[in-house]
């Protein structure tokens, strides 16, 4: 630890906040702008999504004046890994710096607001500042400039498309001059200014926000770079700078000189540069380094200059910079010489986000030496030059097979530093390429990259010299050195293509048990890649004149870049009556209450509350083997470590130690043994967040390790089940097989996923001081559950808990019974120590804890007629629960009631098992099952439509219910529109056209593919629980006429209590400006169940509406005495004549008894309805795919709010496309995630969504099971996503068909990159076969 005296050494730091100057004295390396700006100055707008750089919801933006260009540059950066000692004479510009609601919105703020652009809020603060940093650069933009703008955030409620439309208005193409160009047909004038395909349908409906609203955008009015600070960076001549902190001492030299000889003194010290790579291994990798060298200072390592034989970048130039400077190369140097640039660039555009690039350094992407570097390989291959010093001198290394010696390891000495990277002008003759494939395209790390040179002697095809350099094949990046030397002297022609493939083949081999896992698919992708390269070549060999074999056309497609087209969307709703009053915004696309607020940062969620006085912060202590006993605990390391207060263990429970969600099979901390990676064996509180975690890490554990049951598999031959299993049968299966023309049996696994809330599991427990009260400050939705379960650890009576929750930053579930788990540890904690404690849990260790969606395992046997009609269906589920029942029993129950998802199938039988297993227990998540057992469904009728060579949407509708008709669980079917949904979306898509089109262009094409599928969806309304199906409402109004209205649901973006306030405001006949919602707490509305299964507007909108009745009939008589009278006038005559103006309200949905044994009464009270169809194209040699069109056809009965609506089926959509084709949780053989952040684990970004998304609430149809009319949303448009993985199942049968491969296939879900190659049975696969199962140890395990 740096000693205290040093610490007095330290410089004074000095920098701007949204103007105001900072002078930071005690400045500590280790600090990082995120937890500066929260928890010293306040600045609570700028949220912690991930602390890893991978989800932009920290986006500041720096401003520095640059002397030797006499430039102000402005970048956007995440906060999280921003030191602040890189911070010296910067301005800093948070969302709190450009507007408030008090004082005024940047029309970056109010356009996203209005736009629908926000609904749990808590990624939009990044996205205001990513979007405000652009235009800062560039008040032009187009709409790509967004797009790239936008790399580096994530949002997982909106599903994007609204941003991008109310971002829009500022860019080239959907320019919004602000009603400043009225005369010259300003959007303005004429309605809408954004875009519309369809032009046919926008008559229907009018647009969801009105850009007429939105304040002008005047780029000459914004912040001014502070003079203070100009005037100091023009007049400070760069001095060194020194900053001791707590472990670490920052030194920042003012001349190379000085910096080497540093270095010659600390050679263990760190360049650090972005902090992109370093800052990640202190938070996550436990790394310390003691000293830090910033090399921000020093002219040679950021300079640019051109070379004779290319262009030199200091090593700490930034990856926009050298970008931008390539780019210009580009666009002046002749097309030989720009080769190498161009590879690098594509390299670049698909490197990291922009809040990374504008930060991270070529000599960090260098040094770090990844293996999975998506520069090192081109730098490879093109033999880049790189300039080495030390004190004593330099010296230049080129960048060959030698460079990496090992695992992050170079030929760069300990004291040595890079300088300076030469990156060559290509030569005539020489062509270059390079190739990412991650498993999402934007802002992902590679699973296999690639840089490739050729060149050829002149005006000849024959190979000269030939380098292929590789990242994620072996340890370093790994040049196929054997393959190209084969190939020197060659004719670029197929022969030299079959020598490549098969030498590649053998040389660029793997381990089967490699890390990073998907071996196979790997393999293959060092052959499609070179093939790429080869299709490349050839059309460049034959456009120089070369005489080479032409590519056929059907090839082309092969060869092509990938470019984005601009997405377009469609909205269509009905509009609400002419004759409904304007006071009445029921039905009308009201704006969510808070998004100016969650725009601005003004919107306060749990960790934004003030730090209290006293307050401690907690770390859990958590088990890092599966199965184990436990054999003992020390804790005396983490007790001598500063800040520490105190540990917690069982012991220190006093009341129950048993818990769970509704079987108490949990405990609040661990007893003896330990049944998953993740569980929680204790906490250590502590002063601060940081001593906490150490403190915590310190903590030594000694294990007895048991054998852990980690897949279904392998709980199914252990027989590893919760009690009880599920059937549900109907009509005889045995006559309904013999009846059938044809059998058929599948299988399929459907992965789980990780709800990936923005916002982490946070809980705030505060002790009242007094008869053991306690108040607790949750993310949570189940302020009651909660309420019970701590004041069950605390053994006092519920009464004394109270559970206030504001708002979340996303739920879907996953706070629904998990958040407890942190809930009750913190009111342990805080209830001992009688102080204030908090915790909010690190992303990875949210991950890792609280369980997600269920995996599934399903296989079926389906029987069916000639005509396609399915007589017969026996299927089995089987759904990981891992280590305790939370929900689970009610999940495989969900997915039992619909094993048939939207058809009718007259003999069924449908078992579902729990498996048990030594993972962290598996919960609620968006769709409760209901996902996994449609997808099972949609596989059997796409077998059947296969194997009968019938186009599947004819079988499909075949079997589709009809209005009558009994499911299998005996619910009759009433006011049903599957019918209206499905015709619609088939003509709303064009499916026929489509169909047509794909079948021409799959003919013309053999290496991408495209296909396309429409899937129906028929969702169960209710909680399968019937006693949860209840809900309650207070009311009060204040004699200034205001009304605070509170009700038993929570807000988590979904935008229920905009939904609430519209309501009120219908009943009591007011404004919704009048109605304010403050939070849901456990004191107002007492007993609440969970705010899920997509029923809280049904149940608390109807006991709003009842307590709001109740009101107004109080009120009646004051308002006919005085029918002129205001509402003020009415409630103060009621006040006065003693009339009580608080009133209660409750509802209970009716009839709803479904009982499992008997297989009777209504499980649900009614359906929600949809129908998506998609079309995909696959990339058949990578397995890529893009989304080019859905179309959803959704009945949400008469919409409360068409913009939450659509927001809802968006949001839900997308995350369904997650779930479907990208999102993979990889667990090791021993059970341990190792997908544990925005890093690994990718959920979809901007760039995922469907290229044209026409989204259609289904016009006149009334609900008249839920209020006003309208219908749940939340979950059931989720599943239409699987109208894309069964597209892209389309797509790989055309493209097996190539093979002579017909008939039904299996495909796991989530239709993932090396799943779509892999089933893509090709020449490339055939030369990489799998290694034979059960011969190796697996990375990761199919759960
Ligand atoms: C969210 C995220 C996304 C990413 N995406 C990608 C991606 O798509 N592709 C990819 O390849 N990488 C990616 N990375 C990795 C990372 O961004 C790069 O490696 C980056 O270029 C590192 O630069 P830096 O300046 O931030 O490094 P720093 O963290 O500042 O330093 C990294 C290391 O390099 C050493 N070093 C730096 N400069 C010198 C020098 N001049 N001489 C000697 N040693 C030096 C340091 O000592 C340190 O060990 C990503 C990282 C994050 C956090
Ligand atoms: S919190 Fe910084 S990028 Fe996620
Ligand atoms: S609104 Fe984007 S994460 Fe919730």
């Given at each position: 630890?740096?000693?205290?005296?040093?610490?007095?050494r330290?410089d004074?730091?000095?920098?701007?906040?949204?103007?105001?100057?900072?002078?930071?004295?005690?400045?500590?390396?280790?600090?990082?702008?995120?937890?500066?700006?929260?928890?010293?100055?306040?600045?609570?707008?700028?949220?912690?999504?991930?602390?890893?750089?991978?989800?932009?919801?920290?986006?500041?933006?720096?401003?520095?004046?640059?002397?030797?260009?006499?430039?102000?540059?402005?970048?956007?950066?995440?906060?999280?890994?921003?030191?602040?000692c890189?911070?010296h004479?910067?301005?800093?510009?948070?969302?709190?710096?450009?507007?408030?609601?008090?004082?005024?919105?940047?029309?970056?703020?109010?356009?996203?607001?209005?736009?629908?652009?926000?609904?749990?809020?808590?990624?939009?603060?990044?996205?205001?500042?990513?979007?405000?940093?652009?235009?800062?650069?560039?008040?032009?933009?187009?709409?790509?400039?967004?797009?790239?703008?936008?790399?580096?955030?994530?949002?997982?409620?909106?599903?994007?498309?609204?941003?991008?439309?109310?971002?829009?208005?500022?860019?080239?193409?959907?320019?919004?001059?602000?009603?400043?160009?009225?005369?010259?047909?300003?959007?303005?004038?004429?309605?809408?200014?954004?875009?519309?395909?369809?032009?046919?349908?926008?008559?229907?409906?009018?647009?969801?926000?009105?850009?007429?609203?939105?304040?002008?955008?005047?780029?000459?009015?914004?912040?001014?770079?502070?003079?203070?600070?100009?005037?100091?960076?023009?007049?400070?001549r760069p001095a060194s700078l020194c900053f001791?902190?707590?472990?670490?001492v920052w030194l920042q030299p003012d001349s190379l000189e000085e910096f080497l000889q540093l270095k010659w003194e600390h050679p263990?010290a760190r360049v650090v540069?972005?902090?992109?790579?370093?800052?990640?291994?202190?938070?996550?990798?436990?790394?310390?380094?003691?000293v830090i060298l910033s090399p921000a200072f020093i002219v040679e390592m950021n300079?640019?200059?051109?070379?004779?034989?290319?262009?030199?970048?200091g090593a700490a130039?930034?990856?926009?910079?050298?970008?931008?400077?390539?780019?210009?190369?580009?666009?002046?140097?002749?097309?030989?010489?720009?080769?190498?640039?161009?590879?690098?660039?594509?390299?670049?555009?698909?490197?990291?986000?922009?809040?990374?690039?504008?930060?991270?350094?070529?000599?960090?992407?260098?040094?770090?030496?990844?293996?999975?570097?998506?520069?090192?390989?081109?730098?490879?291959?093109?033999?880049?030059?790189?300039?080495?010093m030390d004190k004593d001198g330099s010296?230049?290394?080129?960048?060959?097979?030698?460079?990496?010696?090992?695992?992050?390891?170079?030929?760069?000495?300990?004291r040595e530093v890079?300088v300076?990277?030469?990156?060559?002008?290509?030569?005539?003759?020489?062509?270059?390429?390079?190739?990412?494939?991650?498993?999402?395209?934007?802002?992902?790390?590679?699973?296999?990259?690639?840089?490739?040179?050729?060149?050829?002697?002149?005006?000849?095809?024959?190979?000269?010299?030939?380098?292929?350099?590789?990242?994620?094949?072996?340890?370093?990046?790994?040049?196929?050195?054997?393959?190209?030397?084969?190939?020197?002297?060659?004719?670029?022609?197929?022969?030299?293509?079959?020598?490549?493939?098969?030498?590649?083949?053998?040389?660029?081999?793997?381990?089967?048990?490699?890390?990073?896992?998907?071996?196979?698919?790997?393999?293959?992708?060092?052959?499609?890649?070179?093939?790429?390269?080869?299709?490349?070549?050839?059309?460049?060999?034959?456009?120089?004149?070369?005489?080479?074999?032409?590519?056929?056309?059907?090839?082309?497609?092969?060869?092509?870049?990938?470019?984005?087209?601009?997405?377009?969307?469609?909205?269509?709703?009905?509009?609400?009556?002419?004759?409904?009053?304007?006071?009445?915004?029921?039905?009308?696309?009201?704006?969510?209450?808070?998004?100016?607020?969650?725009?601005?940062?003004?919107?306060?969620?749990?960790?934004?509350?003030?730090?209290?006085?006293?307050?401690?912060?907690?770390?859990?202590?958590?088990?890092?083997?599966?199965?184990?006993?436990?054999?003992?605990?020390?804790?005396?390391?983490?007790?001598?470590?500063?800040?520490?207060?105190?540990?917690?263990?069982?012991?220190?429970?006093?009341?129950?130690?048993?818990?769970?969600?509704?079987?108490?099979?949990?405990?609040?901390?661990?007893?003896?043994?330990?049944?998953?990676?993740?569980?929680?064996?204790?906490?250590?509180?502590?002063?601060?967040?940081?001593?906490?975690?150490?403190?915590?890490?310190?903590?030594?554990?000694?294990?007895?390790?048991?054998?852990?049951?980690?897949?279904?598999?392998?709980?199914?031959?252990?027989?590893?089940?919760?009690?009880?299993?599920?059937?549900?049968?109907?009509?005889?299966?045995?006559?309904?097989?013999?009846?059938?023309?044809?059998?058929?049996?599948?299988?399929?696994?459907?992965?789980?996923?990780?709800?990936?809330?923005?916002?982490?599991?946070?809980?705030?427990?505060?002790?009242?001081?007094?008869?053991?009260?306690?108040?607790?400050?949750?993310?949570?939705?189940?302020?009651?559950?909660?309420?019970?379960?701590?004041?069950?650890?605390?053994?006092?009576?519920?009464?004394?808990?109270?559970?206030?929750?504001?708002?979340?930053?996303?739920?879907?579930?996953?706070?629904?019974?998990?958040?407890?788990?942190?809930?009750?540890?913190?009111?342990?904690?805080?209830?001992?120590?009688?102080?204030?404690?908090?915790?909010?849990?690190?992303?990875?260790?949210?991950?890792?804890?609280?369980?997600?969606?269920?995996?599934?395992?399903?296989?079926?046997?389906?029987?069916?007629?000639?005509?396609?009609?399915?007589?017969?269906?026996?299927?089995?589920?089987?759904?990981?629960?891992?280590?305790?029942?939370?929900?689970?029993?009610?999940?495989?129950?969900?997915?039992?009631?619909?094993?048939?998802?939207?058809?009718?199938?007259?003999?069924?039988?449908?078992?579902?098992?729990?498996?048990?297993?030594?993972?962290?227990?598996?919960?609620?998540?968006?769709?409760?099952?209901?996902?996994?057992?449609?997808?099972?469904?949609?596989?059997?009728?796409?077998?059947?439509?296969?194997?009968?060579?019938?186009?599947?949407?004819?079988?499909?509708?075949?079997?589709?219910?009809?209005?009558?008709?009994?499911?299998?669980?005996?619910?009759?079917?009433?006011?049903?529109?599957?019918?209206?949904?499905?015709?619609?979306?088939?003509?709303?898509?064009?499916?026929?056209?489509?169909?047509?089109?794909?079948?021409?262009?799959?003919?013309?094409?053999?290496?991408?593919?495209?296909?396309?599928?429409?899937?129906?969806?028929?969702?169960?309304?209710?909680?399968?629980?019937?006693?949860?199906?209840?809900?309650?409402?207070?009311?009060?109004?204040?004699?200034?006429?205001?009304?605070?209205?509170?009700?038993?649901?929570?807000?988590?973006?979904?935008?229920?209590?905009?939904?609430?306030?519209?309501?009120?405001?219908?009943?009591?006949?007011?404004?919704?400006?009048?109605?304010?919602?403050?939070?849901?707490?456990?004191?107002?509305?007492?007993?609440?169940?969970?705010?899920?299964?997509?029923?809280?507007?049904?149940?608390?909108?109807?006991?709003?509406?009842?307590?709001?009745?109740?009101?107004?009939?109080?009120?009646?008589?004051?308002?006919?005495?005085?029918?002129?009278?205001?509402?003020?006038?009415?409630?103060?005559?009621?006040?006065?004549?003693?009339?009580?103006?608080?009133?209660?309200?409750?509802?209970?949905?009716?009839?709803?008894?479904?009982?499992?044994?008997?297989?009777?009464?209504?499980?649900?009270?009614?359906?929600?309805?949809?129908?998506?169809?998609?079309?995909?194209?696959?990339?058949?040699?990578?397995?890529?795919?893009?989304?080019?069109?859905?179309?959803?056809?959704?009945?949400?009965?008469?919409?409360?709010?068409?913009?939450?609506?659509?927001?809802?089926?968006?949001?839900?959509?997308?995350?369904?496309?997650?779930?479907?084709?990208?999102?993979?949780?990889?667990?090791?053989?021993?059970?341990?995630?190792?997908?544990?952040?925005?890093?690994?684990?990718?959920?979809?970004?901007?760039?995922?969504?469907?290229?044209?998304?026409?989204?259609?609430?289904?016009?006149?149809?009334?609900?008249?099971?839920?209020?006003?009319?309208?219908?749940?949303?939340?979950?059931?448009?989720?599943?239409?996503?699987?109208?894309?993985?069964?597209?892209?199942?389309?797509?790989?049968?055309?493209?097996?068909?190539?093979?002579?491969?017909?008939?039904?296939?299996?495909?796991?879900?989530?239709?993932?990159?090396?799943?779509?190659?892999?089933?893509?049975?090709?020449?490339?696969?055939?030369?990489?076969?799998?290694?034979?199962?059960?011969?190796?140890?697996?990375?990761?395990?199919?759960?």
């Open positions: 630890m740096t000693d205290p005296q040093a610490r007095s330290s004074a730091l000095v920098f701007f906040v949204n103007g105001k100057k900072i002078i930071e004295r005690n400045a500590d390396p280790e600090t990082t702008l995120l937890s500066y700006l929260r928890r010293k100055l306040g600045l609570t707008g700028t949220k912690l999504g991930c602390a890893e750089g991978g989800c932009g919801a920290c986006t500041v933006m720096l401003s520095r004046y640059q002397t030797h260009t006499q430039q102000l540059v402005h970048h956007a950066v995440n906060a999280c890994l921003t030191p602040i890189a911070l004479l910067v301005a800093v510009t948070t969302v709190e710096g450009i507007g408030s609601v008090a004082r005024k919105l940047h029309p970056v703020q109010e356009r996203i607001a209005k736009a629908h652009g926000s609904q749990c809020g808590f990624c939009t603060p990044g996205i205001v500042m990513s979007m405000y940093a652009l235009l800062r650069n560039n008040p032009t933009p187009k709409m790509g400039d967004v797009e790239e703008a936008f790399h580096g955030n994530l949002c997982r409620c909106t599903g994007y498309r609204p941003i991008l439309e109310g971002y829009k208005t500022f860019t080239v193409e959907g320019g919004c001059c602000g009603g400043r160009g009225l005369e010259n047909g300003c959007c303005q004038a004429n309605g809408n200014g954004v875009e519309k395909d369809l032009e046919e349908h926008i008559d229907e409906t009018p647009s969801l926000f009105n850009p007429a609203e939105f304040a002008p955008f005047d780029p000459t009015q914004e912040v001014i770079f502070p003079p203070e600070l100009l005037s100091l960076t023009k007049r400070q001791f902190g707590d472990r670490t263990e540069v972005g902090n992109t790579e370093v800052g990640i291994e202190v938070k996550f990798k436990n790394m310390e380094y003691p300079t640019i200059t051109q070379t004779e034989d290319g262009i030199s970048f130039c930034t990856l926009s910079r050298m970008g931008d400077v390539l780019k210009q190369a580009v666009k002046t140097l002749p097309p030989h010489q720009i080769e190498v640039f161009l590879a690098v660039l594509e390299q670049l555009r698909w490197f990291a986000g922009l809040q990374i690039r504008n930060v991270a350094a070529v000599g960090g992407n260098i040094m770090t030496a990844s293996p999975i570097s998506d520069l090192n390989p081109v730098f490879m291959a093109t033999g880049c030059k790189l300039t080495l010296r230049v290394v080129q960048m060959d097979d030698t460079f990496f010696t090992g695992y992050r390891k170079t030929v760069v000495r300990p890079m300076s990277i030469e990156i060559p002008y290509s030569k005539k003759g020489q062509f270059v390429s390079a190739f990412k494939q991650s498993p999402r395209r934007e802002d992902d790390i590679s699973i296999v990259t690639a840089g490739m040179s050729v060149t050829f002697s002149p005006g000849t095809d024959v190979v000269d010299n030939l380098r292929l350099s590789y990242g994620g094949m072996a340890a370093v990046t790994a040049m196929a050195k054997m393959t190209a030397n084969r190939l020197l002297g060659r004719r670029w022609g197929e022969e030299l293509l079959q020598e490549a493939c098969s030498t590649l083949a053998e040389e660029m081999t793997l381990d089967p048990s490699a890390p990073g896992g998907m071996v196979t698919y790997r393999r293959t992708l060092t052959l499609s890649f070179f093939y790429k390269f080869y299709l490349m070549v050839l059309q460049k060999l034959r456009k120089q004149g070369v005489n080479v074999e032409k590519v056929g056309s059907e090839c082309l497609s092969a060869a092509e870049i990938y470019n984005p087209e601009m997405p377009s969307s469609v909205q269509i709703y009905q509009a609400v009556q002419d004759i409904q009053g304007q006071d009445d915004s029921v039905g009308r696309p009201m704006m969510h209450v808070s998004a100016l607020k969650q725009a601005t940062g003004e919107a306060v969620y749990c960790d934004d509350v003030p730090l209290y006085e006293n307050e401690l912060y907690l770390a859990l202590i958590i088990s890092n083997k599966a199965h184990a006993k436990i054999l003992s605990i020390d804790t005396s390391e983490a007790e001598g470590m500063p800040g520490f207060v105190c540990c917690l263990l069982a012991d220190d429970v006093p009341g129950c130690n048993s818990t769970g969600a509704i079987e108490y099979d949990e405990t609040v901390l661990a007893q003896g043994q330990v049944t998953c990676v993740g569980h929680i064996i204790g906490a250590v509180v502590a002063d601060t967040q940081l001593h906490a975690q150490r403190a915590a890490k310190a903590v030594k554990i000694q294990y007895e390790e048991l054998q852990p049951v980690v897949t279904i598999q392998e709980a199914i031959a252990a027989q590893s089940f919760f009690k009880p299993m599920r059937i549900i049968q109907k009509g005889d299966l045995e006559a309904g097989f013999k009846q059938a023309d044809h059998i058929l049996e599948g299988e399929m696994h459907i992965g789980g996923q990780e709800h990936f809330y923005l916002e982490t599991n946070i809980t705030l427990a505060v002790p009242r001081g007094e008869d053991g009260e306690i108040e607790l400050f949750v993310s949570t939705q189940s302020a009651s559950k909660t309420q019970l379960l701590v004041a069950k650890a605390l053994g006092i009576p519920a009464n004394r808990v109270v559970v206030r929750v504001k708002r979340m930053g996303g739920g879907f579930g996953g706070k629904e019974s998990r958040s407890t788990i942190l809930s009750t540890v913190a009111a342990v904690a805080a209830n001992k120590l009688k102080r204030p404690v908090r915790c909010m849990l690190d992303r990875d260790e949210d991950m890792l804890i609280t369980g997600g969606r269920h995996p599934f395992y399903g296989k079926y046997k389906v029987g069916f007629l000639n005509s396609g009609k399915v007589v017969a269906l026996d299927v089995t589920y089987y759904a990981n629960a891992g280590n305790s029942k939370d929900l689970s029993l009610s999940v495989l129950e969900r997915s039992l009631f619909h094993m048939e998802n939207s058809y009718h199938v007259p003999n069924i039988r449908g078992q579902g098992f729990l498996c048990r297993t030594n993972l962290p227990s598996n919960t609620a998540f968006r769709g409760f099952g209901g996902p996994q057992g449609m997808l099972v469904a949609e596989n059997w009728i796409t077998d059947v439509a296969q194997s009968l060579g019938k186009p599947a949407n004819e079988v499909r509708r075949l079997n589709l219910y009809a209005e009558g008709d009994l499911t299998h669980y005996n619910m009759k079917l009433e006011q049903l529109t599957l019918d209206r949904c499905w015709d619609e979306c088939l003509s709303r898509s064009g499916y026929h056209e489509r169909q047509a089109a794909i079948d021409l262009y799959n003919r013309q094409n053999r290496w991408t593919k495209r296909g396309i599928a429409i899937t129906p969806t028929m969702f169960g309304i209710s909680f399968t629980a019937a006693f949860l199906n209840q809900a309650g409402a207070l009311v009060h109004i204040y004699t200034d006429g205001s009304v605070l209205l509170t009700h038993g649901g929570t807000e988590m973006g979904q935008g229920l209590h905009t939904k609430m306030i519209q309501v009120a405001s219908r009943v009591l006949g007011i404004p919704c400006s009048n109605i304010h919602i403050s939070e849901t707490s456990t004191n107002t509305v007492p007993n609440t169940s969970p705010t899920a299964a997509s029923a809280s507007s049904d149940m608390n909108g109807a006991a709003v509406k009842n307590a709001c009745e109740i009101l107004v009939k109080r009120l009646e008589p004051y308002k006919n005495k005085n029918p002129k009278g205001t509402w003020k006038e009415w409630v103060n005559a009621a006040y006065f004549d003693r009339v009580s103006l608080s009133a209660n309200g409750f509802y209970k949905t009716p009839d709803l008894n479904y009982d499992f044994e008997s297989h009777t009464g209504r499980p649900f009270n009614y359906f929600s309805y949809g129908v998506g169809c998609s079309e995909v194209e696959i990339d058949c040699l990578t397995g890529a795919h893009k989304n080019l069109s859905t179309t959803i056809v959704m009945d949400v009965g008469h919409s409360l709010n068409p913009a939450i609506d659509i927001g809802q089926v968006e949001g839900a959509f997308m995350q369904g496309v997650g779930l479907f084709t990208l999102e993979e949780l990889h667990y090791s053989p021993k059970g341990v995630l190792l997908t544990r952040g925005p890093g690994s684990y990718k959920i979809p970004a901007f760039g995922d969504i469907p290229k044209h998304l026409t989204v259609s609430l289904l016009r006149d149809a009334p609900n008249q099971k839920a209020i006003y009319a309208s219908k749940a949303v939340g979950e059931p448009p989720l599943f239409l996503a699987a109208s894309i993985f069964h597209a892209i199942k389309d797509a790989i049968s055309a493209a097996r068909a190539e093979s002579g491969l017909s008939g039904p296939f299996r495909l796991d879900s989530p239709a993932s990159a090396e799943r779509i190659r892999n089933a893509c049975n090709d020449r490339f696969t055939k030369l990489c076969p799998p290694a034979e199962p059960g011969s190796f140890t697996p990375w990761s395990v199919q759960v």
